[in-house]
């Protein structure tokens, strides 16, 4: 038997714990009681609704109908005798050969339910000023005792509908939370993928999605950026990145208060996760060093993302509206000679001396590459003394057969 006061008293726990409104909860009982009722003393094509009261425990019940007239039903004096088709849940007698318009516009009315209808005439008995379309509510016999069957299936109801509900809540939540780090306990490693108690919900950080040469332990507690939240049929997915740029941006936003109150502003990020980065940032206030501000006093900000990003080395460099400078400044540590501007074809071509020219290319090319994605340029670098030359192009595309191979 459905105890309805206990389940009063359980209301605020479950808003409590699974964080679901009260009156979502309220919805999912009188559904359920409604059902249960119906499946012990209800009739077929009936609707019952059920309110209950959440002072006293008490539930009342009400059978509804529709107002129509029948010019918006089939009557059963209307009905043919053969063929049957499904209209609106019923099976209503299709002809066999429906000649005219007028004949496919009757079969499309729904049949006549005196359980489900009630015509125009008599609902202005009940309620003088009753319409079309309108629904009219008719108290149904309160019964105590609704039977093991259906307290079992108000039960399974009531389950159902909360795990939707915390569901619902649960996306809305992750879905606010989007574009932020969040923080959880690995809760196990299966195949590369970690997984990562959130609290609530489980999140995945694909092996793709994780810095090289990272481990997990069970039981660790790790930060990732939450980059995507996927509703599945079955649950919700929620996807997480340590590789994301803007996991480094959000890492600096935590750290910089200036970036965290928009003084100083990250204009663009180019990352090989777990390797280098360059950050460009700009200041909205003269007064203010952008750089000087994400570095910190002797370092300590910059070295508390490092630490974060598992050791990841970063440049951060002033951003500068005009090209020339801002390819200048992202291939620092170097020191550029001269810079010229081919616009037609997105590409510069960088001089340096011969001491500056590896220092400008960085090892393995990564220097050049990071400040080809920061600035959005092609850059070529030329050596004067001895003419050699690199074109990032040919390293980005080494870059990618390599990890194709992988």
């Not at 009630?118 to 149904?140: G, N, T, V």
């Not at 159902?160 to 809540?169: D, G, K, L």
């Not at 923080?183 to 092996?207: A, C, F, H, K, M």
């Not at 030359?389 to 980005?396: F, S, V």
Request: hydrophobic share 35%.
């Amino acid at each position: 038997m459905l105890d309805l006061k206990t389940m009063n008293s359980a209301l605020e726990q479950l808003e409590a714990e699974r964080g679901i409104p009260k009156d979502k909860i309220v919805s999912v009982i009188e559904d359920a009681l409604a059902a249960a009722y119906k499946k012990d003393y209800g009739k077929r094509g009936q609707i019952i609704r059920a309110k209950f009261d959440l002072a006293t425990g008490k539930t009342d019940f009400f059978q509804v109908k529709l107002v129509v007239d029948e010019n918006m039903v089939r009557m059963p004096e209307d009905l043919p005798e053969e063929s049957s088709t499904e209209i609106l849940g019923e099976n209503v007698k299709k002809e066999e050969a429906a000649e005219g318009d007028a004949a496919s516009e009757q079969i499309k009315k729904p049949r006549f339910n005196p359980e489900y209808h009630i015509l125009i005439e008599d609902a202005k008995k009940i309620k003088k000023d009753a319409k079309l379309e309108e629904e009219i509510i008719f108290p149904l016999e309160a019964k105590d005792d609704y039977g093991r069957i259906a307290a079992q299936t108000a039960k399974q109801v009531i389950m159902q509908r909360i795990r939707e509900a915390e569901r619902v809540s649960v996306t809305e939540e992750y879905e606010k939370r989007k574009g932020e780090i969040v923080s959880g306990i690995v809760q196990r490693v299966e195949r590369g993928n970690v997984y990562v108690d959130l609290g609530r919900i489980t999140g995945v950080l694909p092996y793709d999605e994780q810095i090289n040469g990272e481990r997990f332990r069970i039981g660790e507690r790790v930060q990732a950026y939450l980059f995507a939240v996927e509703e599945t049929p079955r649950d919700i997915s929620l996807r997480l990145s340590r590789t994301h740029p803007k996991f480094l941006e959000k890492l600096f936003e935590r750290e910089v208060p200036e970036i965290a109150s928009g003084t100083v502003e990250i204009k663009a990020i180019a990352r090989e996760p777990g390797s280098r980065s360059k950050v460009a940032v700009a200041s909205l206030d003269d007064h203010i060093d952008p750089v000087g501000s994400c570095v910190g006093q002797r370092g300590v900000r910059v070295a508390t993302v490092m630490n974060e990003a598992g050791g990841e080395k970063i440049d951060i460099i002033e951003w500068s509206s005009d090209p020339e400078r801002f390819i200048e400044r992202a291939l620092s540590p170097a020191k550029v000679e001269h810079v010229s501007l081919n616009t037609q074809e997105n590409q510069a071509i960088v001089g340096v001396t011969q001491d500056q020219y590896s220092l400008a290319i960085g090892r393995g090319g990564q220097n050049a590459r990071l400040a080809a994605r920061l600035t959005g340029w092609k850059i070529d670098i030329r050596e004067s003394t001895n003419k050699q030359e690199l074109k990032t192009e040919k390293l980005e595309k080494e870059d990618d057969d390599n990890k194709s191979k992988k």
